[in-house]
């Protein structure tokens, strides 16, 4: 995760110091376990802390290699923490739970043992020799076939030699709570007002009933694997972000298959949308055939602009999945694990966990930067809160002083502000862009990690709870201007044509001189009520299609118009950009009108909106 060095570094022959830690011992029968009492075997100690996606990854490559070399070699976990909360016993103790770890863990919160192996980074990997010396160090993830290969080299010789001791490790998982979740990780509300849930322990999808807590369906078998098929038969891995497509179908980011499915809430069946089930890896290919490309632990998903965007924890990047072309591809992020903005095929994210669709564009909860996170409609990534990597705290005020704790997830909500999942901080977040002010929306949260807006209210998952909560919002939020007080517009099935009437005040005329003078941005929330026309584009006319399935949400329509002095004596004339923004809430019906009629009346003066925006003529 951080500082990480290619391949191994090779070790004197030095004694390994012995594990001590404050927290103590988890996953254990008799308790403090010691390099000493392990003479005979040999040991792998991986450092790690729960926050880092790549510690994830090794947890998850270092399970084979337990099963396969059971009675010769035992795994040691020292749990190193980075942020404040990963300090705190009982969430390592959730954390073991969480990914299933199944191996002793010393619980190390001062980081006693990680200086006394002089480590730099999460993950790393010693291993120990049956007669206790340190024979190597790796750092990052990748090195389980160099590690089993001296594994093997080491049970050869020590077994030679007469200091190999076999038989397995007593091992103590912990009792799972009998919980209707566990540790569930994203929420989506469907167009019936029900809800889906990654019950990402037990690796599968919950459907609950409107009041959040009744089951009504599980769909997959429960077991880690990753198989396609009818619900009982379907297996995911840790299943996290969830995104409902135009036809009704749910797309799911089932994170450690490293893959995308395709989930049908009516009949059940799963199939396989993206990935090949195998992590990517550097040299592989970030674009191609959807099947055939390697993503990696895709941790949240979204609609915008007619694809589905996925949030690649693993690799710190932007991707999308093309459904029409059946394709994924790198949109946002070098690779990079740091936070640094610009162009986003040249920006840098840590982890992104989170996303969210406005009108301003997509929205990303940057976990490892504890930062929020905007790719914008012109392709420009920008940070609104957050400051770098080890930058994080809980402090509300203007964003550019404000501070998050590794925040998972990001909510769009009515008034155009974002819910921020604050993971770390126990709390849910509010970043408003018209103020540029963060506040708390509720705190005493257990690990929020995703969010939904369901009518006046927010269903928060609370995932160390095991548990939907459902909070009201503050009326500002759900009510924020005049026209979210109208009734609700119906709107045409299907086509509706949306034009946007632009007339230059006396004196001014369009400015075309460096291209298209104007540009028309729209967006839905839910996303899910437009099929087609969301984005951006220079034409202020467009065209939409509704999806009626969805009932209904609020249109986001901004455009923008440049305009600059029509004096033909002036060598340099002034140049003028008005702009207005509507939130009109509406509902595709039948005999609903199939045009929309706004105007961006420039008669006021450059830059400005005369009062509130005008209701569409219809």
């Known amino acids: 995760m951080d500082e990480a060095e290619p391949g191994p570094r090779r070790r004197a022959r030095v004694r390994a110091?012995?594990?001590?830690?404050?927290?103590?011992?988890?996953?254990?029968?008799?308790?403090?376990?010691?390099?000493?009492?392990?003479?005979?075997?040999?040991?792998?100690?991986?450092?790690?802390?729960?926050?880092?996606?790549?510690?994830?990854?090794?947890?998850?490559?270092?399970?084979?290699?337990?099963?396969?070399?059971?009675?010769?070699?035992?795994?040691?976990?020292v749990h190193s923490p980075k942020f404040p909360h990963e300090a705190e016993h009982a969430a390592v103790a959730d954390a073991v739970e969480r990914y299933a770890v199944t191996h002793p863990v010393l619980d190390d919160p001062e980081l006693t043992t990680w200086t006394q192996y002089a480590v730099r980074a999460w993950p790393t990997l010693v291993i120990v020799d049956p007669e206790g010396y340190v024979v190597a160090t790796y750092s990052g993830e990748g090195h389980v076939p160099e590690i089993e290969r001296l594994v093997t080299e080491l049970e050869a010789e020590h077994a030679a030699k007469g200091t190999l001791r076999r038989g397995d490790l007593p091992y103590a998982p912990p009792e799972p709570e009998p919980t209707v979740l566990r540790f569930p990780g994203k929420v989506l509300r469907l167009p019936s007002g029900t809800f889906l849930v990654t019950d990402t322990t037990r690796h599968q999808v919950v459907e609950l009933a409107e009041d959040g807590e009744t089951v009504l369906r599980r769909f997959g078998s429960g077991e880690r694997g990753l198989v396609d098929g009818p619900t009982a038969r379907a297996r995911f891995q840790e299943p996290q972000g969830l995104a409902l497509l135009p036809d009704g179908a749910v797309v799911v980011a089932d994170t450690v298959n490293h893959a995308l499915r395709r989930l049908d809430p009516e009949s059940g069946e799963v199939t396989t949308l993206a990935?090949?089930?195998?992590?990517?890896?550097?040299?592989?290919?970030?674009?191609?055939?959807?099947?055939?490309?390697?993503?990696?632990?895709?941790?949240?998903?979204?609609?915008?602009?007619?694809?589905?965007?996925?949030?690649?924890?693993?690799?710190?990047?932007?991707?999308?999945?093309?459904?029409?072309?059946?394709?994924?591809?790198?949109?946002?992020?070098?690779?990079?694990?740091?936070?640094?903005?610009?162009?986003?095929?040249?920006?840098?994210?840590?982890?992104?966990?989170?996303?969210?669709?406005?009108?301003?564009?997509?929205?990303?909860?940057?976990?490892?930067?504890?930062?929020?996170?905007?790719?914008?409609?012109?392709?420009?990534?920008?940070?609104?809160?957050?400051?770098?990597?080890?930058?994080?705290?809980?402090?509300?005020?203007?964003?550019?002083?404000a501070l998050l704790q590794h925040p998972l997830g990001v909510t769009a909500l009515p008034d155009g502000s974002l819910a921020v999942c604050d993971t770390y901080n126990q709390a849910l977040r509010r970043y408003d862009p018209a103020t540029g002010e963060v506040t708390t929306l509720a705190g005493?949260?257990?690990?929020?990690?995703?969010?939904?807006?369901?009518?006046?209210?927010?269903?928060?998952?609370?995932?160390?709870?095991?548990?939907l909560t459902r909070?009201?919002?503050?009326?500002?939020?759900?009510?924020?201007?005049?026209?979210?007080?109208?009734?609700?517009?119906?709107?045409?099935?299907?086509?509706?044509?949306?034009?946007?009437?632009?007339?230059?005040?006396?004196?001014?005329?369009?400015?075309?001189?460096?291209?298209?003078?104007?540009?028309?941005?729209?967006?839905?929330?839910?996303?899910?009520?437009?099929?087609?026309?969301?984005?951006?584009?220079?034409?202020?006319?467009?065209?939409?299609?509704?999806?009626?399935?969805?009932?209904?949400?609020?249109?986001h329509v901004v455009a923008t118009a440049a305009a600059c002095d029509a004096d033909p004596e002036v060598l340099h004339p002034a140049c003028h950009v008005h702009r207005r923004e509507w939130r009109l809430p509406v509902r595709p019906d039948a005999g609903g009108a199939d045009r929309l009629v706004l105007e961006l009346s420039g008669a006021d003066g450059p830059g400005r909106a005369s009062g509130q925006a005008p209701y569409p003529s219809l």
Request: glycine share 12%.
């Open 444 to 467: 005493d949260l257990r690990e929020p990690s995703g969010a939904v807006v369901d009518g006046e209210d927010v269903v928060v998952v609370e995932s160390a709870r095991h548990r």
């Open 17 to 77: 110091p012995e594990l001590v830690g404050r927290g103590g011992w988890l996953n254990t029968v008799d308790g403090e376990l010691t390099l000493a009492g392990l003479r005979g075997k040999c040991v792998v100690i991986d450092f790690w802390t729960f926050c880092c996606v790549n510690c994830l990854h090794v947890v998850d490559e270092l399970r084979e290699l337990e099963e396969r070399h059971r009675d010769t070699l035992v795994v040691i976990g």
């Open 275 to 401: 990935g090949t089930g195998s992590p990517w890896r550097p040299g592989n290919p970030t674009e191609g055939p959807a099947r055939e490309v390697r993503l990696s632990s895709p941790w949240d998903v979204v609609r915008w602009r007619g694809k589905v965007w996925i949030a690649m924890a693993g690799i710190h990047q932007l991707w999308s999945y093309d459904p029409a072309a059946g394709t994924v591809a790198r949109e946002a992020g070098t690779g990079g694990e740091q936070l640094v903005d610009g162009p986003a095929k040249e920006a840098l994210f840590a982890q992104p966990s989170g996303l969210a669709v406005t009108a301003e564009g997509l929205w990303v909860a940057d976990s490892e930067s504890s930062a929020l996170r905007l790719l914008d409609a012109d392709g420009e990534v920008r940070t609104a809160v957050g400051a770098g990597l080890f930058a994080f705290g809980y402090r509300d005020g203007p964003a550019d002083g």
């Open 471 to 555: 909070l009201r919002l503050p009326a500002e939020v759900v009510r924020p201007h005049a026209d979210a007080e109208r009734s609700v517009t119906g709107i045409a099935v299907g086509p509706v044509h949306l034009d946007v009437v632009f007339t230059p005040p006396p004196g001014q005329k369009l400015d075309t001189r460096d291209g298209p003078a104007t540009r028309l941005l729209v967006s839905a929330s839910p996303p899910a009520l437009l099929r087609g026309g969301e984005g951006a584009g220079s034409d202020l006319s467009r065209a939409l299609e509704t999806d009626p399935a969805v009932g209904q949400g609020v249109l």
